[in-house]
Structures are given as C-alpha cells and as structure tokens.
C-alpha cells in the first residue's frame, strides 16, 4: 500500500458518510426494534460532522486523521455508540503506521478492536458492533480479498440475528432480543463495505 493521499481519505470519509446517510432510516428502524430508535440518527450527525471537516482531516497524516476523526465521533455520535466508534478511530490512528501495508492496517485494527472491547467491556458474541469487527478483523488477517472481506461483514450482521444482547440497551430485553439484527453491526457492515470498496476502486 503507498502513502494514502488526502484525496483518498477524503473519498473514504465521503463514502463512509454516504453510505451511513442512505441507510439512516433502516439504521434507526433497527434500534427501534430493541433499542431506542437512536442509532440512525446517531450515527448521520457524527459522519456529517466528520464529512463537514473532510479537508481539515484529508492533510493530515493518516494516523493524526484517523485519531482527529475519532474524537470528532466521540463529540458528535452521542449514545453508547459515539464513544465506542470513537474510540475504533482513536485507537487505529494511534497504532497504524503513516503508510502502512496489510499487516501493519490489519495488527493496527485487531489492536483498536481491543480498546473497544476494553471500553465496552464486551467481547463477540454479546449482539453489538464487536460480532462484525471480529471476523473482519480475521478475514484481514486470512489476507481475503475486498469482496471476500464485504461478505463476511454482511454475514457477520446477519448472524447477530438469533444472538442474545448481553451488551447495550438492546440487553435490557433479554431474550426478546433475540431475531432482531444489532444495529452496530448493522452500521459496522456498512462502513466496512464503504472502506473496502472505495479502497478496491481506486487502488
Ligand atoms: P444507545 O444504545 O446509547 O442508544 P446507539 O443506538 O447509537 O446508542 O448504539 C447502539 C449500538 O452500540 C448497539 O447496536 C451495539 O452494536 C453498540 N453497543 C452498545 N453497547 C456496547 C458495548 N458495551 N460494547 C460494544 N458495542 C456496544
Ligand atoms: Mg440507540
């Protein structure tokens, strides 16, 4: 991978704030389901935050970025979402390299993955954004292609279906949790589908 310019990381953020626009709606819908209806709203006010200072965020080394925009998420997102992808962006900036190739992106994630869990005080298999990180986290590792790796996001969402909440406000519920998707590993998909995307179109 060679030095990300700021024209790349300004496609990614407008791809990321995209993609979260178009499914604002389905996102809340989700939360509706067994949460508070928030998630949608939530997460749109925290990526047009960071789309509102896209140029601000492209000049700058991609891990003062990634930190800048991960902050910017903690103040816009609210809810227990901001602080938990806040910190999915702060902890990647502080770990990747500025021109990192797959196996510095992929030990900067799994470690950025870590401070989330440790923020959540979650782990996989609890019904939240953790159960998509995870796998595509290991499909990174496995070296998967962007199709590969888009799938296993997808699937990964799909699969918080029959899952029990024990993390979140969806946990509150208990078993009538259970045959709703999580609507962080719905809004995790996404992202990641945006990223991997975008990455792929113009590598
Ligand atoms: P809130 O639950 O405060 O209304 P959001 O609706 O924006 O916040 O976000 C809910 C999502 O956050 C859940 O769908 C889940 O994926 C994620 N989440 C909530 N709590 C945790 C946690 N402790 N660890 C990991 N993810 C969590
Ligand atoms: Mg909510």
Redesign the pocket.
Known sequence: MVAMAASDLSRLIAAAADTIAAHADELTAL?QAI??G??GL??KRGFEAVRAEADTFAVKPLPEALKAIGTKLVMT??????P?FGTLFMALGKEISAEPDRAGLTAAFGKAIEA??AR???QTG?K???DVLQPVHEALAEGKTAAEIVAVADRAAQATVPMKAL????SFLGERSIGHM????RSTALLVRAVAETIERHA
């Open positions: 939360d949460g508070d928030d998630h939530n997460m997102v609210g809810g227990a979402s901001g938990l989330v869990a959540g005080k979650s609890q939240t954004m953790l993390r979140g406000r969806a999580d609507a962080g590993a």
